[in-house]
């Protein structure tokens, strides 16, 4: 089945410290793997993603993932927190069902607090 | 770069009624996407265009549901004789290709549809 998993639907992290959002994902073919972001009342924006080659990629406001194929996994990272990346965030896959391959499966989204 | 435009931002309907929503791409950009996201859940994905074509629908996308691009550009997605299950966040967002199936997603800030 295809599908995207985020464990914790909130981290709570001090600012200044690393932070780590979690992401499993199980699909067929090779994936391609995004982040997105969601501020309150605002769209997603697009983070980062991981489409091949170097297994850590580095995205938009310092935000890093690391893509593990034995656990399959795409974590976001971050090494140093600030209050400002308060937000939603939403790993997401590419469908490997979609004819086009176009469509993204989304996780259930983890809610990131940051406190000064 | 104006972003991707939807309207209206809200709109509340009477079950059994139809509504209508509108999306404006990225003026550059070749694919849009219609997305619905209920609370706690992550965007799932209605529909694609490539131009003025229609190339992909998911299973979620039901009778009741047609979307259009009839010129390339702006898109409409209607909902007729609404039922309490539709009320949701309704995303739009819109790519470039070439870049194939790795190309970002710019999405709007979205239609909040309640249903009465």
């Known amino acids: 089945a295809q599908s995207v998993a985020q464990p914790e639907d909130q981290v709570n992290v001090a600012e200044g410290n690393p932070l780590t959002v979690k992401c499993t994902y199980s699909?067929?073919?090779?994936?391609?793997l995004f982040w997105y972001v969601q501020y309150p009342n605002r769209g997603l924006q697009f983070l980062l993603k991981?489409?091949?080659?170097?297994?850590l990629v580095k995205g938009s406001y310092g935000f890093e993932a690391e893509f593990n194929k034995s656990q399959t996994s795409f974590h976001l990272k971050k090494p140093s927190a600030l209050v400002s990346d308060s937000a939603l965030y939403f790993c997401?896959?590419?469908?490997?069902?979609?004819?086009?391959?176009?469509?993204?499966?989304f996780g259930k989204g983890t809610t990131l607090s940051v406190s000064s | 770069d104006t972003g991707v435009s939807q309207n209206p931002r809200h709109k509340i309907t009477k079950r059994g009624q139809n509504v209508t929503f509108r999306c404006d791409p990225i003026?550059?950009?070749?694919?849009l996407y219609w997305y619905r996201q209920t609370l706690g859940q992550g965007p799932e994905f209605l529909t694609y265009?490539?131009?003025?074509?229609?190339?992909?629908k998911s299973r979620l996308l039901s009778d009741r549901f047609s979307a259009e691009r009839p010129k390339g550009s702006f898109s409409t997605l209607e909902i007729q004789r609404t039922e309490q299950g539709d009320s949701a966040m309704y995303l739009c967002?819109?790519?470039?290709?070439?870049?194939?199936?790795?190309?970002?997603?710019?999405f709007g800030n979205g239609t909040r549809l309640t249903v009465t």
């Open positions: 967002a819109s790519s470039l290709v070439p870049g194939g199936s790795g190309s970002p997603l710019h």
């Open positions: 265009f490539q131009n003025e074509a229609q190339l992909e």
């Open positions: 997401a896959v590419r469908d490997g069902r979609s004819q086009a391959g176009t469509a993204l499966i």
């Open positions: 003026s550059e950009h070749n694919r």
């Open positions: 699909v067929s073919g090779n994936p391609y």
């Open positions: 991981y489409i091949t080659g170097d297994n």
